[in-house]
């Protein structure tokens, strides 16, 4: 007999079209009504609570008093919670970020009990080929999910081996017809029949034994109370199909009994399920916020901490833990994809930027408790420079320093003198600096000076330097034309907007840079659509730019600024008229030995329903693109080749090669690549005529939450309708990126390096006698120049530095970017991402795109 697993569960979107507050009051209500169920009925074997522990937060904050109860139940085996923390996004969140996700959900599961041992992700749009690593490394050997798989990635089965890098696997069971078909399911005999006949003639076909699957459960589903009458009808019904109540685990003891097909690589095909490729650009200022906090966290916070923790300070390991969870919320799918209302964006936001402002304090704290341990020099004021890249850097510095000192020089530790410039300086009120000066009838002003010097650092390290009174020799600030250069690049800005960039070290010229493509946007939060027969419009072809160049002794800068008439809305698009702008400002800075060319595009946006991307001209004529995702890289084929029979196979959405990256996009060819790096947008396409054009989202504006019939995604809406007039972007957005071109291949230019380097800046401290938050000092006493650990004999990249939870020694992970092995080279000891120790090696070899996290001693 063919035996069906009904499998209760309940899918909780936290948050979406309805508010978390309106969710936690269903939640109340629902899981009380879980607890007296299974108390009422012990037969009735197990309950999913969605795979998440932060439904488990809620509950327990608002329900104390009912958590001996569900602890026993979660004892007993009866509710089924874990592993994660919230149902993450695995397409444009980062590798910390999902790591993380998994460490809490797990570490809150033994609160009450065992955590589930799946990967369970029902609704993520889209898989990461970084699960299978990532999961094996909590020790977790199964995975269930849904969304983004076709026959085109080897197999039309249902349950695989899914193989990922580093000999990674788990043995995978997929919903092909999502988690909710079993929701609901009716008492009445022709109703039920009708629909279990339309789930078995898809279940049976994909099985691989006689085993099949019918979740029953959906979103904020109550519990159904009378699923074993409704399997008393189902068995009347079909005598040949043993049914039962079950939990996944049943049907994986039996699918991993018979040899399974694999599959490899991420799942982002919508031939069954909607994957929604272009949903990486809706609301970018939330994405961008999150990209920013995310970078924050793992490339200066973490390392500083250790930093920290390594001289004797405390690790305030609770309040991390608080910041990562209250970031994590917001990647759940639908927040982090911002498919939502705009009230649930506001809250969005809102957490964001209390996360963001609790990662900027402690990052003073730390760097503040740093710099009162080092030794004092003449004058109590010092400027302690940080450096939490995993590599000696030389580099330039801008920063502010506040002071009494009408001028003064700085000198490092042995008193050598550090020639720096002046930018600019401002009087600034002493309150502003600690309201007891004023409070004793001191009103002298304060200067605050914006300064910049080049500095020699050491790596995961800092620098002391010291202000003392002096006479200091100022640099005139000149302005020049339209060019900045640097050893490397030679950088022309062009009066329609564009720049030509030079590179020095290929001799090649890259011409019109940084030009903007604008074209309707039919669609919703879900998908970009097209208007039909709408035409693109490009910046360079109908602006006049406005250029200002600031020559600096350290760097150079180069601003240029221009208005650009498009149409206000869909409505004036169809009818060719220009009554909406969008107001540019591109600033790059430049210093002397950059590789990078880092800037920021600012938008002053007044118009609705478009899509604004960034051009990049790279004269690489590419098949493939590389990208990378969690840890790792990924290729992609520049055309889908699906798109040729999408419609002819029926897919639910057309796969239109739009994108996620994490940090780099490039094309490369032998001797040459070109590349862009992000601290913002993480949507990409290679377009031009022959595909030689890397083209960056910037921004969508679209007013609904979802709609219907759209051009590329026929049928129902996504989500529902409903308006959103705060994600047509209207105002000011800022965007952080950065220009690489090198005449070498991708490996040798090492390119996720000087991404990382991009994402990892200088951070300086400025002691001065004087501060609102007062802190009695440590008896601690730091060197004046120190360095935790130095990579310089690798090529691997350094993901983070961190405290191992609950314990006392200090982790750095790693990854292989590249895509041949790389060494760590020396005796190590290392652990998995769940922060037990795997093994002691020596020399330890990586894969391209393996995950290792060893101990610095």
């Not at 509950?59 to 979660?74: H, N």
């Not at 862009?676 to 022959?690: A, D, L, P, Q």
Request: aromatic share 10%; proline share 4%; with cysteine.
């Amino acid at each position: 007999m063919k035996n069906v697993y009904i499998v209760p569960h309940v899918h909780w979107d936290r948050e979406w079209y309805f508010s978390a507050e309106e969710s936690k009051i269903l939640l109340v209500n629902d899981l009380k009504e879980v607890l007296d169920f299974l108390e009422a009925n012990p037969e009735y074997p197990s309950y999913i609570l969605d795979g998440q522990t932060s439904i488990i937060k809620d509950f327990s904050t608002l329900c104390p008093e009912e958590m001996p109860r569900f602890k026993k139940l979660v004892e007993d085996g009866r509710l089924i919670i874990g592993p994660w923390y919230t149902q993450t996004d695995e397409m444009v969140v980062g590798g910390e970020s999902i790591v993380r996700n998994l460490l809490y959900g797990i570490k809150d599961s033994r609160e009450f009990g065992e955590s589930m041992k799946i990967g369970y992700l029902p609704d993520s749009f889209g898989q990461s080929a970084q699960i299978p690593q990532i999961l094996n490394n909590f020790e977790i050997t199964r995975s269930v999910f849904w969304r983004g798989i076709s026959e085109r990635y080897g197999t039309d089965k249902t349950e695989f081996n899914w193989v990922g890098p580093a000999d990674s696997k788990v043995t995978t069971q997929l919903l092909p017809l999502g988690y909710a078909i079993g929701k609901y399911l009716p008492i009445e005999e022709p109703p039920l029949k009708k629909r279990m006949d339309k789930y078995f003639a898809v279940l049976d076909k994909g099985a691989t034994t006689e085993n099949i699957i019918i979740p029953n459960g959906h979103d904020q589903m109550p519990i159904q109370k009378n699923i074993s009458e409704v399997i008393t009808v189902l068995k009347k019904l079909y005598p040949e199909r043993n049914f039962m109540l079950g939990r996944f685990e049943d049907i994986f003891e039996e699918i991993e009994k018979t040899d399974l097909p694999e599959v490899q690589g991420e799942f982002i095909d919508g031939k069954y399920s909607r994957v929604h490729r272009s949903i990486y650009s809706t609301r970018m200022d939330l994405k961008a916020s999150n990209v920013q906090i995310e970078n924050k966290i793992t490339n200066i916070l973490e390392p500083l901490m250790s930093i920290a923790y390594a001289l004797g300070f405390d690790y305030q390991e609770g309040t991390v833990e608080a910041i990562w969870k209250d970031l994590m919320v917001n990647h759940a799918h639908d927040s982090m994809a911002a498919c939502c209302s705009d009230k649930v964006h506001a809250e969005i936001l809102a957490r964001y930027n209390s996360v963001e402002e609790r990662i900027d304090r402690l990052i003073d704290f730390y760097m503040r408790k740093i710099s009162e341990a080092t030794t004092d020099y003449k004058e109590t004021e010092k400027l302690v420079v940080y450096n939490l890249f995993q590599n000696s850097r030389k580099k330039t510095v801008r920063c502010e320093v506040i002071s009494k000192k009408s001028d003064f020089v700085i000198l490092d530790q042995y008193g050598n003198e550090v020639p720096y410039q002046v930018l600019n300086k401002e009087v600034i009120d002493p309150g502003l600096i600690d309201r007891q000066i004023v409070h004793y009838g001191d009103y002298e002003p304060f200067i605050q000076y914006e300064v910049e010097f080049t500095v020699n650092i050491k790596s995961v390290g800092y620098k002391t330097l010291y202000i003392v009174q002096g006479e200091h020799e100022q640099t005139a600030i000149e302005t020049r034309d339209n060019v900045i250069e640097n050893v490397n690049y030679k950088i022309e800005a062009q009066m329609n907007g564009t720049v030509n960039v030079y590179d020095k070290r290929s001799g090649k010229l890259y011409k019109e840079v940084l030009g903007l493509e604008n074209v309707a946007d039919d669609g919703d939060e879900y998908d970009f659509s097209p208007l039909k027969n709408d035409q693109p419009l490009y910046s360079a072809d109908s602006v006049n730019a406005s250029i200002n160049v600031n020559h600096y002794k350290e760097s150079q800068e180069l601003y240029i600024r221009y208005q650009w008439s498009i149409p206000n809305d869909i409505k004036e698009r169809k009818n060719k008229i220009m009554n909406g702008k969008l107001e540019i400002e591109i600033a790059i800075q430049l210093t002397q030995n950059d590789c990078y060319i880092p800037f920021e595009i600012t938008v002053d946006n007044d118009s609705k329903d478009q899509r604004v991307r960034l051009l990049v001209p790279t004269q690489i004529a590419s098949k493939l693109s590389t990208a990378d995702n969690q840890f790792g890289l990924v290729q992609r084929p520049v055309i889908d080749e699906a798109i040729n029979v999408w419609e002819k196979e029926d897919w639910d959405e057309r796969p239109d090669a739009i994108y996620p990256f994490l940090t780099t996009v490039a094309l490369s060819e032998s001797g040459h690549t070109s590349a862009v790096f992000t601290n913002s947008t993480r949507e990409y396409e290679i377009v031009g005529k022959n595909f030689e054009i890397i083209a960056i989202t910037l921004f969508r504006s679209v007013g609904t939450l979802g709609k219907e019939d759209l051009l590329r995604r026929p049928g129902r809406p996504s989500g529902i309708k409903m308006k959103t007039p705060n994600s047509q972007m209207l105002g000011r957005l800022k965007l952080s990126l950065a220009l690489f071109f090198t005449n070498e291949e991708f490996d040798e230019a090492n390119v996720l390096y000087y991404a990382k380097e991009f994402l990892t800046p200088i951070y300086t401290y400025n002691q001065i006698p004087y501060n609102a938050m007062k802190l009695n000092k440590e008896n601690i006493q730091a060197e004046n120049e120190y360095s935790l650990f130095d990579l310089a004999e690798t090529n691997l990249i350094m993901s983070t530095i961190k405290k191992s939870e609950g314990s006392d020694i200090i982790l750095a992970r790693l990854f292989n970017g590249s895509k041949k092995a790389e060494t760590f080279p020396g005796k190590v000891e290392r652990y998995r991402l769940n922060e037990t120790l795997y093994g002691l090696r020596a020399d330890e070899v990586l894969e391209p795109s393996e995950i290792g996290t060893f101990r610095i001693k």
